[in-house]
Structure formats: structure tokens, C-alpha cells
């Protein structure tokens, strides 16, 4: 079965430093990665995803992840922080032969200024 | 603006009842999924539909069932309310019924008193 675990249930980073958010995965068939965004009140918003080829992936805002088998991690990245990045983050797993995601518990990112 | 609107926003009941919340997906996608998100059990997914038949089911209720009706708009239908029930729900919608990126609407939030 696969799972999503992500490390660290909330984050605080300064404004201008780099964001870090650990996500691993665990899957019996080659995945597909996901990151998702949730603003307050608000649903979720696709930040970027790793289906096949280049393992590093480049999304939306500045973020980017990288796909490292070895480790089954898919880690999301910021070099530097904004206010407005404060957020909600969800990794996702699925693969080609599903049809659903399955999601991590969450990491909630504070932006200190 | 992801183009899922759902229906209601905002929905408060009592325990023993029964309510429907309403999506409808961006214009061409053909399938919709329902997720519910809670403090303790996080994001899960509950039951996928493409093109008015259900495609995968995930940890949905049996007090809780779901149609797709042929203009795509989809309704999940939660009955006998319990406490626990109280949940925001997602609604999300892709293209094809492959694993493909996933639209979310606003979410309805259900308070059940």
C-alpha cells in the first residue's frame, strides 16, 4: 500500500530564509509526486508534481522538489521566503494504476518577519 | 479560481439527518472525486466518479453514497449524521480518469450539532 508521511507538522522560517518541507513516500510501483498549497478557508491548490522523467521539479510561487528514489523522498523547496507563503502544504502519492491520491497529515508553515 | 464551485459553503445540522453537498467540475473534466478533511483524520479521500460511473472508492462510509449525473455535476449524500461527521469536504476534478492533476473546489464545511 502506499503512504505519504511528512515530517514536521509545523515549520517557521524568517522572511528571505530558505523553506524546507520533508515529504517521503512509500510505494510498491514507480509514483506519482504531488504538492499541494491550502490558504486559509480556501482549497487546495496544485504546486507542482513529478509523474515521469527530470526528477527535479520546478512549480508554481518559486517552489520546487526533487524526486530521489533512493530515499523516496520528495522534498519541497523555497530559497527564500515570503510573508505570503504561509500556508498549509500537502504531499500527495498516487501512480498509474489508481485513480486517487493519498495524502500526508499536512505541514503547516509559519513566515516570521 | 480552480472553475469547481461547490454547493453549499457553509452547512450546520443536526446528528441523525441526512444532507447533500453538491460539485460541479471544470468545464470538460469528466471525473470528479470527494475527499473529507478533519482535524484527526487529515485529508482522505473517499470516492472517485468519471463520466457518471464510479471508478475507486477509498474510506467512505456506507451511511454516505455518491452519483454523478450525466451533465458531470456530482452529489455526495451523507446520512444519519454523527458528530464525528463534522468535516470539510472537497470536491476535485481532472481531466480523465487517469492520475492526472486534481482541481479542488472551495470546500463545503459541515458542522453537525
Known amino acids: 500500500a502506499q503512504s505519504v508521511t511528512q515530517l514536521g507538522s509545523h515549520v517557521s522560517v524568517s522572511e528571505g530564509a530558505l523553506v524546507l518541507l520533508r515529504c517521503n513516500y512509500s510505494?510498491?510501483?514507480?509514483?506519482?509526486l504531488f504538492w499541494y498549497v491550502q490558504y486559509p478557508n480556501q482549497g487546495l491548490q496544485l504546486l507542482l508534481k513529478y509523474t515521469t522523467g527530470a526528477t527535479l521539479v520546478k512549480g508554481i510561487n518559486g517552489f520546487e522538489a526533487e524526486f530521489k528514489k533512493s530515499e523516496t523522498s520528495f522534498h519541497l523547496t523555497k530559497p527564500s521566503a515570503h510573508m505570503s507563503d504561509a500556508a498549509e502544504y500537502f504531499c500527495a502519492v498516487s501512480d498509474s494504476g489508481t485513480y486517487k491520491y493519498i495524502f500526508g497529515t499536512g505541514t503547516r508553515l509559519k513566515v516570521l518577519a | 479560481d480552480s472553475g469547481v464551485t461547490q454547493t453549499p459553503k457553509h452547512l450546520i445540522t443536526a446528528t441523525g439527518q441526512r444532507v447533500t453537498l453538491r460539485c460541479s467540475p471544470r468545464?470538460?473534466?469528466?471525473?470528479v472525486y470527494w475527499y473529507q478533511q478533519s482535524l484527526d483524520q487529515g485529508l482522505q479521500f473517499l470516492i472517485q466518479y468519471y463520466n457518471g460511473e464510479e471508478r475507486a472508492k477509498g474510506n467512505i462510509l456506507e451511511r454516505f453514497s455518491a452519483q454523478q449525473f450525466p451533465d458531470l455535476h456530482s452529489e455526495l449524500n451523507l446520512s444519519s449524521l454523527e458528530l464525528g461527521d463534522s468535516a470539510l469536504y472537497f470536491c476535485?476534478?481532472?481531466?480523465?480518469?487517469?492520475?492526472?492533476?486534481?482541481?479542488f473546489g472551495p470546500g463545503t464545511r459541515l458542522t453537525v450539532l
Open positions: 510505494s510498491s510501483v514507480p509514483p506519482y
Open positions: 476535485a476534478s481532472s481531466a480523465s480518469g487517469r492520475v492526472d492533476e486534481q482541481f
Open positions: 468545464s470538460g473534466d469528466l471525473s
